[in-house]
């Protein structure tokens, strides 16, 4: 992207995250939208308890959270694969040849282009995947109710009008985010919202910020590793919302991580701590791989 969107009135960035960080919505979008379409178009009716073990691990419980639809979705039959009890010819497995090579492929991951390789390539597998995404996005368009945001998201969002610009950094498509922050009058409070189509989410950091901020006074705010390694690859600071911790997260956020932010002395052991509580509290390995 040449040109930001970004009007830069502060010397202080934050981005922040959207789902399970702003809005807990990350459970409820998963459980009640995304997993049933995956038992519907994988015909896996029979199997629904091992497949929701899998994909509340993938995306709610593990380092993949929040990680993008298409690498989740291999992930998670890779898991169920391996849960105690699924016999191996039980199911037919997926082989994902072609989405693999998509995701491999550097374009911008979404519908549009994911459409594009359906096209180019014709592979059965693509279709069905594209046919789910597309699914998805109509369910939670259509039938998933507005969830408000954390009330120390909103206190935070507050704070940070007089110092810092703030950016909300997402892989949500973009017209999804903001009708979720206006329909909840949050969207005032940052200068930019950039979704899917900006890029990944390093990416969308460097386009809103585009050199004009010291990185030492840059933040990013998340509840997923995926947040945490935009982070480091645009050579900022993080600071994690905890699963299942969020309202203790956002409260040490305005008491006492803003603010050291602000004061220059939020690197090091401080941000070292917190992300080896991050670290800890997000797995690699399923419960029923441990110990093998």
């Known amino acids: 992207m040449a040109v930001s969107l970004l009007e ?12 399970g960080c702003v809005f807990d919505s990350m459970r409820v979008k998963q459980c009640i939208h995304f997993h049933p379409l995956i038992i519907k178009f994988w015909g896996l009716e029979s199997f629904e308890k091992p497949l929701r073990a899998c994909a509340e691990f993938v995306n709610l419980n593990s380092k993949s959270r929040g990680s993008n639809r298409f690498a989740a979705l291999i992930r998670l039959f890779d898991l169920l694969k391996t849960y105690p009890g699924v016999p191996s ?5 997926p082989v994902f040849t ?4 998509y995701l491999a492929s550097g374009v911008p991951l979404g519908n549009p282009t994911l459409k594009e390789a359906v096209a180019k390539t014709g592979d059965s597998e693509l279709k069905r995947v594209y046919a789910w995404s597309l699914a998805i996005n109509e369910e939670i368009n ?12 909103v206190k935070a969002l507050q704070l940070m009008q007089a ?6 950094i997402s892989q949500t498509p973009e017209d999804a985010l903001v009708r979720e922050w206006e329909t909840h009058d949050i969207r005032k409070y940052a200068g930019m919202v950039a979704g899917l189509e900006f890029g990944t989410k390093a990416e969308q950091i460097r386009a809103a910020s585009e050199g004009r901020y010291d990185t ?13 390694k935009a982070a480091q690859e645009t050579g900022i600071l993080f600071y994690p919302i ?10 040490r956020f305005v008491s006492e991580a803003y603010p050291r932010f602000l004061a220059g002395t939020y690197a090091g052991s401080y941000s070292d701590s917190l992300a080896a509580a991050f670290d800890a509290a997000l797995p690699e390995t399923p419960p029923w791989q441990r110990g093998k």
């Open 8 to 19: 830069k009135r502060h010397d202080f960035f934050v981005g922040i995250d959207s789902d």
């Open 98 to 101: 072609a989405l693999k090579a």
């Open 242 to 251: 905890m699963p299942d911790q969020e309202d203790a997260s956002w409260e």
């Open 216 to 228: 030492s006074r840059m933040l990013m705010l998340g509840d997923a590793v995926g947040d945490q």
């Open 163 to 168: 110092t810092s610009d703030v950016v909300v």
């Open 142 to 153: 259509t039938n998933m109710k507005p969830i408000p945001p954390f009330s120390g998201a």
């Open 89 to 93: 010819d039980a199911i037919d497995f």
